[in-house]
């Protein structure tokens, strides 16, 4: 992780070293040199905006990108009205691009206005050879274009950005590189994700994720666990773990290592008091991982476990390697051995060829696991994915009305689970006060639902009892039982 750098003994008149992440550092330490110009020009220091989209993962990825901007002398800002705004997009269906074509027409009338500005664009949307074609095209006022393999390549592409007018552009294909070390802030003193791999093998036939994440790596345990132990003496009390097939990290290591594994050994690092991860896929979920929830005391009692559909032979088709009945199988392993346990899920609704049949699988397996909360998508064809090709795409009204009925369903299921709980104690992490009502505060269960209860500001990042006095559907208003822990 990173550590607090002396600027002034990097040398930035000699050539740039070879080696990461000091390559990384010495050009932060050169666009230090032009925050501090811009700051004696202007009588202020440069405003930066990261606008991010997506998943937990880019959001970590935005972190890192915060991080690299205040170590450049940037100043944050939640406006992009700014002198510097990069936009970490998403991909996996057709709606995020297009907020990212929206949204760019916008800051291209700011820009106009302020010459001086820059404007960059990574992460997955950039890692579609379509999508790099029409910037260069029609998105000419965009500076810097990167991608998913090399965001820790920011600090150089910025500096070659700041001493040329030209687009700067850098994509690669895949990587099998690692970056340890550079600066990130966290978005939250108290909770942290943590990614433990990056990419997916698993090429679902929707998905476009395997091919701009890349193949799958895993970072080395001792590089996690040191993280996590310094993210812990940093205040950090909750982690989550992250990856996009989180069941089958340490494959790839040269000393393979189980995520059950990975887990016991998270659990050890003192001050960390609550452990989460994320995604699960159902084909990969071992024994091995379902005995240790069982019998931790710091993995939360929840479980993302994407369903994606509940009929056998969708479920073929999307090439997710299980069944109905296995699935259900599963759920009810996992129930017996960690009881209390909450499930949520992904769900899409209009896969190629779905029939109202197959639909109707997917209903019955929501109403049989009754889950705590689902995302439901619409399925979003994705130029490109085995699936994209498939013929009998379903009708817009035919989606439209089966999502309408899932989505009901979820919140039935979601309302009486909350309910069952309702009057209990429990424990709630306190992660803000409540922006409708200042004299509240609001947290969450282990089981991840949101408490609302009278408190105050110095609660932020303590685990304290609360009782769930009142359920409103998918969150509660509480009252303090008890003592911080
Ligand atoms: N269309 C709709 N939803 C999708 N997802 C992934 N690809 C698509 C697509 N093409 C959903 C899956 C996945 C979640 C992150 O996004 O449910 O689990
Ligand atoms: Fe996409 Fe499937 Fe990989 Fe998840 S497991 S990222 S849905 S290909």
Redesign the pocket.
């Known amino acids: 992780m990173f550590q607090e750098i002396d600027w002034d003994k990097i040398k930035i008149e000699s050539e740039p070293p070879k080696e990461e992440p000091q390559r990384q550092y010495y050009f932060m330490a050169k666009c230090r040199q032009f925050t501090k110009q811009f700051k004696a020009e202007h009588g202020r220091v440069p405003m930066a905006h990261v606008q991010n989209y997506g ?1 937990q993962m880019n959001a970590r990825d935005s972190e890192k990108l915060t991080g690299i901007l205040e170590a450049m002398g940037y100043e944050i800002t939640d406006s992009e009205e700014a002198d510097f705004v990069i936009y970490n997009t998403c991909t ?2 057709e709606n995020a691009n297009n907020k990212v074509w929206g949204r760019l027409g916008y800051l291209n009338a700011y820009k106009k206005k302020h010459p001086h500005m820059k404007i960059a664009l990574c992460g997955c949307m950039m890692q579609e050879t379509e999508v790099i074609e029409k910037i260069k095209k029609s998105y000419r006022f965009v500076d810097i274009v990167f991608g998913t393999h090399n965001i820790y390549k920011f600090a150089e592409l910025m500096h070659t950005a700041l001493q040329q007018n030209d687009m700067v552009i850098d994509i690669w294909k895949d990587t099998d590189k690692i970056v340890e070390d550079l600066p990130v802030e966290r978005k939250y003193a108290f909770k942290s994700g943590v990614n433990i791999m990056f990419g997916c093998n698993n090429f ?1 036939s ?4 395997p091919y701009v994440r890349g193949r799958e790596r895993s970072r080395k345990p001792q590089d996690i666990l040191r993280e996590i132990e310094r993210l812990a003496a940093d205040g950090v009390v909750e982690v989550m773990l992250l990856g996009q097939n989180v069941n089958s990290y340490g494959k790839t290591l040269d000393e393979p290592m189980t995520f059950a594994q990975l887990l016991q050994e998270v659990e050890k690092i003192e001050g960390i008091k609550r452990i989460r991860f994320m ?1 699960s896929h159902p084909k990969d979920l071992s024994d091995e991982l379902i005995e240790v929830m069982g019998k931790s005391h710091k993995i939360c009692n929840h479980l993302h476990l ?1 369903l ?1 559909s509940g009929s056998s032979r969708i479920l073929k088709e999307m090439n997710r390697h299980y069944d109905k009945e296995q699935y259900l199988a599963l759920v009810a392993k996992i129930r017996a051995a960690v009881p209390n346990i909450a499930l949520t899920t ?3 609704v209009g896969f190629p060829g779905e029939t109202e049949e197959d639909f109707s699988e997917t209903m019955d397996v929501v109403r049989k696991v009754g889950y705590e909360s689902a ?1 439901t ?6 130029t490109g ?1 085995p ?1 994209a090709v498939k013929e009998e795409q379903i009708p817009e009204d035919v989606v439209k009305d089966r999502f309408d009925r899932l989505l009901k369903e979820v919140q039935r299921c979601s309302a009486a689970r909350a309910e069952a709980l309702t009057g209990r104690l429990d424990e709630v992490l306190v992660e803000e006060v409540n922006e409708q009502d200042d004299t509240l505060v609001s947290g969450r269960l282990g089981n991840n639902f949101i408490v609302h209860f009278p408190g105050s500001r110095d609660m932020i990042g303590k685990i304290v009892k609360v009782k769930l006095k009142e359920c409103k559907g998918f969150y509660y208003y509480g009252e303090l039982a008890g003592q911080e822990r």
């Open positions: 998943c996996v269906r679902c929707y998905c476009i994720v995604t994407p994606q992904d769900i899409i995302f998508f619409i399925y979003s064809k994705r994915t699936a």
